[in-house]
């Protein structure tokens, strides 16, 4: 009896969006006589920050810092259409949207700065803190703040812009399923590396080395709690996770987190996380979906990390102790 | 985290001002401080409390509902069944013509699923609601339950769902969603070995922070508004408007920060119920799952089988891939058809095989109906594929991750649902995993490239 160690890989892509219902999200965007930038949508905030990563999109393509920018979301009376917020849709579809309403927003902002210089519109650039320059001519500028004010009460325009972006719905083909489903593509590989008790089943999962191609970071950091979340995820599903653990039988399904079992924070294994940037050709600044994408291959690498170690395979999950044991008894008998 | 910039640089501007920056989000001190606003810090004078009574059976036939203790109970203010929805059968995907209309907001004459809502009761208290509901009288006649999908497949078996008349979802391609690709049998035929392999999972909980639940205010002008934490305001506003037969200009529906969804926020459970209570009181209503409803009630992730038989080549390349899919749907559809149709789109992975055959199915049983979780209808087809890759890896006496290089997609490469490859970065992760990882592979595979030579 003794503590066998294991590495396991897996590699996986992973679609973004749901085309086989029609994806379509759209945005609005409106400043106010403060200089500020409201984005209205009806997209919903799950807790990973797409208020955030809106409000982030919505700054760069105007050219304005993003606390210069308001999210207003979840509001049926006031915000425009969104599908939701699944299918690792929400920052790639509302991006885009958000990204088509700022553009005409800018374009308005910058017509009003150029009446003001006396300048033509094409000749303006932001410098992404709140001001817009004469090309080449950085002396002669206007504040956005100034800018605004002047659109409300002297030039009588609406710097305001609209967004819409809609996959059309794919209809799968019936005898050969040729389908559109998605968009970008998403792609991650794991290793992970486990310890395996043969004489308890236990497993521990040592390291899990994730690489994640997400197109684009659009916030380094938020990605890096999405992707750690994901990874955590990934381990707990593969190892711990059921809510019919006697199944067939139903009865005894936790009911709460003390029954329901999960790895506590003593359970997380050594996490390392390295992020590719390939951009995707249809997404916000070249992000694609990678939500639900970084929960998945660790699954499959600790199964094949749980082989590598003591030469059974657990082709059921969750991959309990009990299982392990039940392997390794046939394993010998055999 | 690293980001590794030397990878397709070439396909990047970098340099922006806002984007690729890590700048903190401006909701987190309020989340690190308590002060963000959820649905449930609402708090509304008069409020009712509503409580369901659950089907004790897998499968039963209702003979009588006798709700006479109950609304004597102190504190009860109304008590719905049946009778008192609008549209009591209703489907969620049906805004998107996926039908039939399979489930009932509360039970009418059978239950299909332990767990499944009979009886709503609306009280002044949560616990007077509570105790009511344990007052509530429900006489079942238990029916034959199945609960494993090649079972429930088999001639004879208890029918789950009257509505679908069959234990499958009907596609418009027949009983399973298909995707044929190449000759799979010439494939296997000229294969050096066949691996057929079976995977199967168990359904798992999203355990969010925060349970699903709503709070529905009557406004006293025909329209009502629905503070709730769904994850998808106007796809639930339309299923409620449908249900309850009530134009959807009548209903408000106001989100804000969600505890977490994973998923399992997207089917339509206590809006429509909440709205009708709140309709028929003149009151405010709130329906809140507890922990216990959020991990036994509310849909987990499916389970799955996946089958998958390869033919594959001494020198690595898999040749063929047939792959059915199961998804165990519970007993109603809600979002199962679309996800194992998204599953017959997502084989044979990220790989470039030749011949491919995919049938994926979406099975009634007498589980808790399962939904969407994420990774829907890919996750567990992911474990099964890559666990698969690695046993033919063995078989052929080759590295795992130099098998995966052989047979990964590169652009331009078509994909068994009949798209063109774009923007593939397979080889990419791998690269890096095996200087992360230490896990060396030959020089040619660290040489090769997602983009097409010439391209």
Redesign the interface.
Known sequence: MAIRRG?????????TG?N???DPTQALVHSTPTGNFMVTL?S????Q?L??IM???C??TI?V???RVIID?????T?P???????SRGTHRAGNAVIQAAKEARQVMLEVAAEELEVNASDLETD?EGNILVKGAPQKSISIFDVALSAHFKRGRSISGRGMFLIP?SY???????????T??A?????A?VEVDDETGEVTVLTV?N???I??????????QQ??G?SW?GIS??LY????PY??N?DH?????NQ?L?PGPGDLAET??????????DGP??AKGP???C???Q???V??AI?DAVGV?I????ITPERILRALKAQAAS | MELRKSYFADQRKDGLHEIGQGRPRLDSPGHVMGKTAYFADRNFPGMLHLKMVRSPHHHARIRSIDTSEAEKHPGVVKILTAKDVPHNVYTILILIQIGPEDETVLADGKVRWKGEAVVAVLAETERAAQEAAAKVKVNYEVLPAVFDMEEALKPGAPLVNEYHGQNYYLYDSGECRKVRFGDVEAGFAEADHILEQSYQSSPIEHAPTETTGCVVVPEGNDRFTCYTNTQAMFFTLDNASIILQMPGSKLHFVGGTVGGGFGGKVDVIVEPIAILGAKLTGRPVCFIYSREEEMQISSPRAAEKVVIKDGVMKDGRIVARKVTGYTDAGAYSRHSPYGAQKGAAHYPGPYTIPNVWIDTYCVYTNRTPSSAMRGFGVTIGDFALEVQMDKLARLIGMDPLEFRFINAYRDGDMKAHHQPTEGAALIECMQEASRAANWPVAEKYMAMSSYKKGA
């Open positions: 590495s396991g890989v897996a590699a996986i892509n992973y679609p749901m086989l219902g029609g009806s919903v905030d799950l807790g920050g208020k955030q409000a982030q999109i700054a760069e050219g810092p993003t606390d979301t979840a509001d049926t009376d915000g259409h969104c599908m939701g917020t699944f299918a992404g719905r799968p083909e019936k005898e050969t399923g040729a389908m559109k489903p998605s970008c593509y792609h991650a590989c794991t290793v590396e080395k690489v994640f191609e197109g684009r970071a659009l916030n380094p950091k938020m990605v890096e992707l750690v994901g995820m599903h593969a996770e059921t809510t019919e199944y067939p139903r399904g936790g009911t709460d987190f329901y999960m390392e996380i390295i992020v590719l940037e390939r951009p995707s050709a600044y070249g939500g639900e994408m929960a998945n291959p699954i499959p690498a199964a094949n082989f395979r082709d059921t999950l969750p």
